[in-house]
């Protein structure tokens, strides 16, 4: 690689090396935005079930708080209900009857006794709602668990519990009980047997066991009994537990609940979040489709912007936008070129511009003013003359259009200048040129006029001459010495006359010498542009036709080129009739066909053919006769020597000129000119 070429290699890296990085940049960017968003949707549904759950859990809690609140004071008032049997110290029959009454009341309890200090039975009644399950010799006063709490509650000196046990019934039942002993005034203790299950159905709140399990157990997580709805598969279980702490025995009340699933949709506002993600969800995937679609029409706009750039540069007409107040808004790059002033001073001028020519200023200011007022420009352009910035003038051509904006609403006017400089230029060669073709034209109808003087007057002067040497020789030794003398000088100035006139002759002649090898093309391009403004003038149109491969002729192109415009001009004049619609010249070089003249007999191949046809009037027999008559003419403003002329110099170059009607009328002017 040469040392040229690797700084062009790396720039090219270095900008693909670019692109990929912003691009890169901005795909990092959204996937950082959308793993952001994801995450963030993540951790609020997760909190939102969290706090779901703590909600229920609290709830749950609080709810088995109450129920130990509710069971502690359910058994206060039950241990009340008991002492109040024994108020006024009642016979063991009363008692028994308030027992029973009491049993009534409390299913709770499966048997009410009353001991006596020692622990001997005194009285016992069971409960009405059950078969009785406890046979008196089983509860003596030696029963362990009674004899237990009964020790504590006299110590206590209040009522104590004891630890729950199991009773074995008949067919494998068996129930999970615990007792309970009030020490009485009298001496003596009411003792009264708890169903634990009972217990849980009574005082425990019976909403709490509606929809989830409640429990007794023990401190040690064992299960004692429980009530309520066994665990349904596919849910949650929320747990509670609350120490229910008695005097003498300490139980557990167990919460088991379960709720139906609340792991992705466990409430509104979870929900509500969820939905909010799903719209923020959208409204990026939307945001993404927007931006990709603003990033193609931006493409697309900078894409037209640059092919907008590269027209306004490539055109050589100049463009110009003004606003209502007639500020220059807009020029291109030609109009700058063209009025030699930059973007930026012909932004900053004001509502006369600096291209204007300052005679001129206070003509243009009103043009300005009539069309900020709404006056419509033409729409073949006009022309105007502007100032360059060295204070040169230049005439241009102008072509004004109103602006609108998307709205169709007209915002300015917009400009081309097309600087016609170069045309006038050409217009003023052309009109040169035609006259000096005009001049040299008239000279050569003099220089001929001249040569056909000199033709015409050879002869009188030789017949002059002749008679003067005639008499001369009469008047040999007549005596006559002065006539003699007199016809000498007649015979000397005659003689004189005659080398004048071949002087003058021979000076028309030198042209001869400027013969030169000229393409038929070039002949007709030179008459072309003159015959063409005539043409305009008389509504003909003229029509070339010009053989493949013709060689070049020799002649005397200016003397050729006038046949050329005099054969054309007398076509033309002969379809000058009010009546006639088609008017056509046709202009016709070839190679000349064997025509009956002694000029092109020999070898028709030497020559060339030029021809001049119109549709016009025709040449009638009497005018034939004397057309190639100097001086003949049927035009007022006619001379007459034009077609003599033309006759004469194509005869000078040896060839011939000769006509013959056209179809499907008018006249066929023919020439031929030598193959050079
Ligand atoms: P001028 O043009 O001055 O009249 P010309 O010698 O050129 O003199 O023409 C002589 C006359 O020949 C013209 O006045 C015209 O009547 C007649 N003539 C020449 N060319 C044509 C033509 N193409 N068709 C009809 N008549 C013609």
Redesign the pocket.
């Known amino acids: 690689m040469s040392s040229l070429a690797l700084p062009a290699a790396a720039r090219t890296l270095g900008l693909a090396f670019s692109g990929l990085r912003s691009l890169w940049q901005r795909w990092f960017l959204w996937a950082l935005l959308a793993v952001l968003v994801f995450a963030l949707l993540v951790t609020v549904v997760w909190l939102a079930g969290r706090h779901e759950v703590s909600q229920v859990q609290a709830t749950l809690d609080r709810d088995t708080a109450d129920a130990v609140a509710d069971l502690r004071s359910g058994l206060q008032r039950n241990a009340q209900n008991l002492r109040a049997t024994q108020a006024g110290a009642p016979s063991r029959e009363h008692w028994l009857d308030q027992a029973a009454a009491l049993l009534r009341e409390h299913r709770e309890w499966l048997r009410i006794e009353w001991r006596d200090a020692a622990l001997a039975p005194v009285g016992a009644a069971d409960t009405p709602y059950r078969r009785s399950m406890f046979d008196p010799p089983s509860r003596g006063a030696d029963q362990s668990d009674i004899a237990l709490a009964c020790t504590a509650a006299r110590k206590l000196g209040s009522l104590a519990y004891s630890p729950s046990h199991y009773v074995s019934l008949a067919q494998g039942n068996g129930l999970e009980v615990m007792e309970l002993c009030l020490p009485i005034d009298a001496g003596g203790y009411l003792v009264a047997t708890y169903s634990l299950r009972d217990l849980l159905v009574e005082l425990v709140a019976p909403t709490l066991s509606r929809g989830q399990e409640v429990a007794f157990t023990e401190a040690d997580g064992t299960r004692l009994v429980a009530i309520g709805v066994p665990r349904r598969v596919g849910t949650r279980v929320f747990t509670s537990q609350q120490l229910v702490d008695l005097p003498g025995a300490t139980l557990m009340l167990r919460v088991d609940g379960w709720r139906a699933a609340p792991d992705l949709f466990p409430n509104l506002l979870t929900a509500l979040v969820t939905a909010i993600s799903i719209a923020l969800v959208s409204v990026l995937v939307l945001l993404a489709r927007d931006t990709r679609m603003r990033l193609r029409a931006e493409g697309h706009l900078a894409d037209a912007l640059a092919f907008r750039k590269a027209m306004e540069d490539s055109v050589i007409t100049g463009l110009r936008a003004r606003d209502l107040m007639g500020r220059i808004t807009y020029v291109n790059p030609a109009f700058c070129e063209m009025v030699g002033f930059s973007v930026d001073e012909l932004m900053r001028s004001g509502g006369e511009a600096p291209y204007w020519p300052t005679e001129l200023a206070h003509e243009y200011q009103q043009r300005q003013a009539m069309r900020l007022a709404g006056g419509v420009p033409p729409r073949e352009g006009f022309e105007s003359v502007f100032m360059r910035k060295d204070g040169s003038r230049f005439p241009v051509l102008i072509f004004e259009a109103p602006l609108r904006n998307a709205q169709r609403a007209q915002t300015g006017w917009m400009s081309a200048f097309i600087d016609i400089s170069e045309q006038r230029r050409i217009e003023e060669l052309s009109r040169a040129s035609q006259e000096r073709l005009q001049a040299s034209a008239r000279l050569a109808t003099v220089g001929e006029m001249a040569s056909l003087l000199s033709h015409e007057l050879t002869q009188p002067l030789a017949a002059i001459a002749s008679y003067a040497s005639g008499s001369l020789n009469l008047l040999e030794g007549s005596g006559h010495d002065e006539v003699a003398m007199a016809v000498r000088r007649i015979a000397e100035q005659a003689d004189r006359a005659g080398q004048v006139i071949r002087s003058v002759h021979d000076f028309v002649r030198r042209r001869d010498r400027t013969r030169e090898a000229v393409a038929p093309q070039v002949l007709l391009d030179a008459v072309l542009p003159l015959v063409g403004l005539q043409a305009r003038k008389l509504g003909v149109a003229i029509e070339v036709v010009l053989d493949d491969g013709l060689p070049r002729v020799v002649c005397d192109r200016t003397l050729v080129e006038q046949v050329l415009l005099?054969?054309a001009?007398?076509?033309m004049?002969?379809m000058d009739m009010p009546e006639l619609v088609d008017r056509v010249l046709r202009l016709r070089v070839a190679r000349a066909r064997a025509i009956g003249t002694a000029a092109a007999a020999p070898d028709a191949r030497r020559w060339l053919e030029f021809s001049v046809a119109?549709l016009?009037?025709?040449?009638s027999d009497e005018?034939a006769a004397r057309?190639?008559t100097p001086f003949?003419?049927?035009?007022s403003d006619?001379?007459?020597?034009?077609?003599?002329l033309?006759r004469t110099v194509v005869e000078q170059h040896g060839g011939a000129l000769m006509?013959e009607p056209n179809r499907p009328r008018?006249?066929v002017?023919r020439f031929t000119l030598p193959i050079a």
Not at 632 to 635: E, I, S, Y
């Open positions: 005099n054969l001009r007398n076509a004049q002969a119109d016009g009037s025709g040449i005018v057309l190639f003949f003419t049927t035009r006619g001379m007459g020597l034009g077609l003599s033309c006509f008018g006249t002017f």
